[in-house]
């Protein structure tokens, strides 16, 4: 493995979850800013290989790599082949997640199974994604302190209800409640390494049966009037991989949806 990386040679990140959705945005948006692009994907192929044709008609180097985050193999073989495709890999975005509803006091209650299912995608896969960052940028003859060189990082997608509970979405919440601790553990852990930064957005895109005008209102129930939109999730995580000063803390990007209070999650008071 080559310790002396060009500095001409471009930059590249990992989007886990990069076919669709707001990881697909995430994907496009690196695009722009020069950024090759690793593409991980879970079933979502087709998409997949359409996302990466609008990467290359920007110019820039795109490839996709399934995996299945559940299985702690297929991450490591994750790894492995993104790096050595992409051996100037500077950023991890951990944008898959599972968002299925439980609530203790429901008709659906957590189970187990429910539980284990969200911790294995939402907690355990963006850690030992992380881990294997560290360890292999730890290899490089240098650390990213000691040149003028950018911090490569670790950017984990969480949530904007983790300082606003309720609830609803129980095992997702514990599950990304978990990720959002392991934010400052990381980052201590990992320095001067890599960097390790949260991302929580507001109500962002549809989900579940919410309906399009419900969407639609609950989007506007900030302070702000609304809440983010595709384009500011994914600017702000090309500003967080590219801010060598941002380490251990999280950005909410919700237009203060995080400051109002709600006993439910938004989109059941707006269906």
């Not at 920007?58 to 790599?65: D, S, V, W």
């Not at 969407?215 to 060598?244: C, E, W």
Request: with cysteine.
């Amino acid at each position: 493995m080559s310790s002396n990386l060009s500095p001409l040679q471009n930059k590249a990140v990992l989007v886990t979850g990069a076919a669709k959705r707001l990881g697909r945005e995430i994907a496009l948006e690196f695009a722009r800013q020069g950024w090759d692009v690793a593409i991980h994907y879970g079933q979502s192929e087709s998409e997949a290989l359409a996302t990466i044709a609008e990467i290359e008609n920007l110019g820039r180097r795109a490839k996709a790599f399934q995996a299945d985050l559940a299985l702690e193999d297929e991450l490591k073989d994750l790894f492995s082949a993104v790096t050595g495709e992409f051996e100037n890999l500077q950023c991890l975005v951990n944008s898959a997640s599972i968002f299925e509803f439980d609530r203790a006091n429901s008709d659906s209650p957590l189970t187990a199974k429910t539980l284990q299912d969200h911790m294995q995608v939402n907690l355990a896969a963006p850690i030992l994604l992380s881990q294997l960052m560290f360890e292999y940028h730890k290899r490089q003859t240098k650390k990213a302190s000691d040149s003028d060189l950018s911090i490569p990082s670790v950017v984990q997608l969480l949530d904007q209800k983790l300082i606003n509970l309720n609830p609803d979405f129980l095992s997702y919440t514990l599950s990304k409640s978990a990720l959002l601790t392991s934010v400052e553990l990381l980052a201590v852990d990992f320095a001067p390494y890599i960097r390790v930064v949260g991302l929580a957005p507001g109500i962002t895109l549809l989900s579940g049966d919410q309906t399009s005008e419900g969407f639609s209102r609950a989007h506007q129930m900030t302070p702000l009037g609304k809440s983010s939109t595709p384009s500011d999730i994914s600017k702000a995580a090309v500003f967080l991989a590219s801010s060598n000063a941002i380490t251990g803390t999280t950005l909410y990007v919700d237009g203060g949806q995080h400051l109002s209070p709600s006993s439910r999650d938004v989109m059941f008071k707006t269906n």
